[in-house]
């Protein structure tokens, strides 16, 4: 069965910093994989989705992800943090039987000044 | 642009009460979704539906019903609302197919039952 963990509920990281929030899944099949963003008192908005075209993906707001087929890791990464970024973060798997998808538990990104 | 919108942003309701959460789509998607999604849980999906009057379970069915009657509209109701239904509801959807296809979400209804 698909599934995602994500390492760690709580990552803290300096304005200016590198973020890095990191997502490891399991899948029998190919996977296809997501990156969501939830700010505050909002549903879930899809930052990028890994399709198989290309291992690095880019996605909205400076964030992209890489995929890594022998470490079974799409870790999400943006060079420098900004505060707007305090958000709680999503990785997911699409399910191989059906249309669902499968989300890790979340990691809440808090931005230091 | 892709929305997704649910009738309530906040709720409050008593103990015993039927409580209904209302989801509205309009890209035609196919697939509708209801989660909750609590501290330190994640989002837990409760029922989903593939197609008009067609609806499936969940991880976490019980205590809840939902009802589709236009491709459109996906209704969540708590049939006698308990505190433990305290929560973050959120709605998605999706296109039918292929496995890239990602959720879109709305805005979430937090819902408390005294």
């Known amino acids: 069965a698909q599934s995602v963990t994500q390492l760690g509920s709580h990552v803290s990281v300096s304005e200016g910093a590198l973020v890095l929030l990191r997502c490891n899944y399991s899948s029998s099949v190919p996977p296809y994989l997501f990156w969501y963003v939830q700010y505050p008192n909002q549903g879930l908005q899809l930052l990028l989705k890994y399709t198989s075209a290309a291992t690095l993906v880019k996605g909205i707001n400076g964030f992209e992800a890489e995929f890594k087929k022998s470490e079974t890791s799409f870790h999400l990464t943006k060079p420098s943090a900004h505060m707007s970024d305090a958000a709680e973060y999503f990785c997911a798997v699409s399910s191989n039987r059906d249309d669902k998808i499968i989300f890790g538990k979340g990691t809440r990104l808090h931005i230091l000044p | 642009d892709v929305k997704v919108t649910q009738s309530s942003r906040y709720l409050v309701k008593r103990t015993g009460e039927k409580v209904f959460l209302e989801c509205v789509q309009d890209m035609d998607h196919e697939n509708m979704f209801w989660y909750r999604q609590d501290p330190g849980l994640g989002l837990r999906l409760i029922y989903f539906s593939y197609d008009v009057k067609m609806k499936e379970k969940g991880d976490i069915p019980e205590g809840y019903s939902v009802s589709r009657e236009k491709k459109e509209r996906f209704s969540l109701i708590l049939e006698s609302a308990s505190t433990n239904q305290t929560s973050m509801y959120l709605c998605?959807?999706?296109?039918?197919?292929?496995?890239?296809?990602?959720?879109?979400f709305g805005d979430g209804t937090r819902l408390s039952i005294l």
């Open positions: 998605a959807s999706s296109l039918q197919g292929p496995r890239n296809q990602p959720q879109h």
